[in-house]
């Protein structure tokens, strides 16, 4: 092909509806990604998965006290974080693994089912899939913040009992509990969890895991609903 005058006008008119295609499909991307965060914006306030609302305001606040967090000795810079809790009451950053020793939130974890996540995650990591601790060990005061959370989230004392245990009777707070995400881990702990004798205790928290020894040779006992199906809740 020779470059004749009536080709070249030919390729410049094609780059031109190339470049308005290009721009339309700007738009039109512009557009979708403005709808797709309306649907994710009101698929969590509608409450889809109730606990993700949560989670989003658990992000939020280990974000909020990471820069306090910062401080070398770990103290607040100023005033203004004093009662604000952070991670030496549980909450951890993101990205923590069960092998993050000075995260308190896994440090607390009762060691017995800490071992047992620590060689779920390294067979887990084989299959390619990685474990990162969303919540494990939390003291009073922050389980005691996140149920007030909770109440105001849901409306209710009795709906939020259906998420979020009291200070007395979670089983994060005793360091017998850890939620595991993303959505991948929590499905290989579901199919091979038993194993290490890691189960699942609630039907509507695929992500919450404790430790059950007998689960290694009987399988993992019946979930429960939800946790006010769970007698150790009933106090
Ligand atoms: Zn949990």
């Known amino acids: 092909m020779t470059h004749s005058e009536p080709a070249r006008a030919t390729t410049r008119r094609i780059r031109i509806s190339r470049t308005r295609v290009a721009g339309?499909?700007?738009?039109?991307?512009?557009?979708?990604?403005?709808?797709?965060?309306?649907?994710?914006?009101?698929?969590?306030?509608?409450?889809?998965?109730?606990?993700?609302?949560?989670?989003?305001?658990?992000?939020?606040?280990?974000?909020?006290?990471?820069?306090?967090?910062?401080?070398?000795?770990?103290?607040?810079?100023?005033?203004?974080?004093?009662?604000?809790?952070?991670?030496?009451?549980?909450?951890?950053?993101?990205?923590?693994?069960?092998?993050?020793?000075?995260?308190?939130?896994?440090?607390?974890?009762?060691?017995?089912?800490?071992?047992?996540?620590?060689?779920?995650?390294?067979?887990?990591?084989?299959?390619?899939?990685?474990?990162?601790?969303?919540?494990?060990?939390?003291?009073?005061?922050?389980?005691?913040?996140l149920l007030r959370e909770a109440v105001s989230e849901y409306g209710s004392e009795e709906e939020a009992a259906r998420w979020v245990a009291t200070a007395e009777t979670s089983a994060h707070v005793s360091g017998d509990a850890v939620d595991i995400g993303p959505s991948d881990a929590a499905a290989w702990l579901s199919e091979h969890g038993a194993e290490y004798g890691l189960c699942q205790i609630y039907d509507n928290e695929p992500w919450h895991y404790e430790l059950r020894p007998e689960a290694i040779d009987h399988g993992c006992p019946p979930t429960y609903s939800d946790p006010t199906q769970d007698p150790r809740m009933q106090q």
């Open 24 to 145: 339309l499909l700007v738009v039109i991307a512009a557009i979708a990604a403005a709808l797709g965060y309306q649907s994710l914006a009101s698929s969590s306030s509608t409450g889809a998965s109730p606990i993700d609302v949560l989670r989003s305001e658990h992000r939020g606040l280990r974000g909020e006290h990471r820069g306090a967090l910062g401080e070398p000795d770990g103290a607040a810079p100023d005033g203004a974080t004093v009662g604000a809790l952070g991670e030496a009451d549980g909450a951890v950053p993101d990205g923590t693994t069960v092998f993050d020793d000075e995260i308190p939130g896994v440090a607390n974890l009762d060691p017995g089912l800490l071992g047992a996540l620590r060689q779920a995650a390294t067979d887990a990591a084989d299959a390619g899939v990685e474990f990162y601790v969303d919540s494990g060990w939390r003291s009073p005061e922050y389980q005691n913040q």
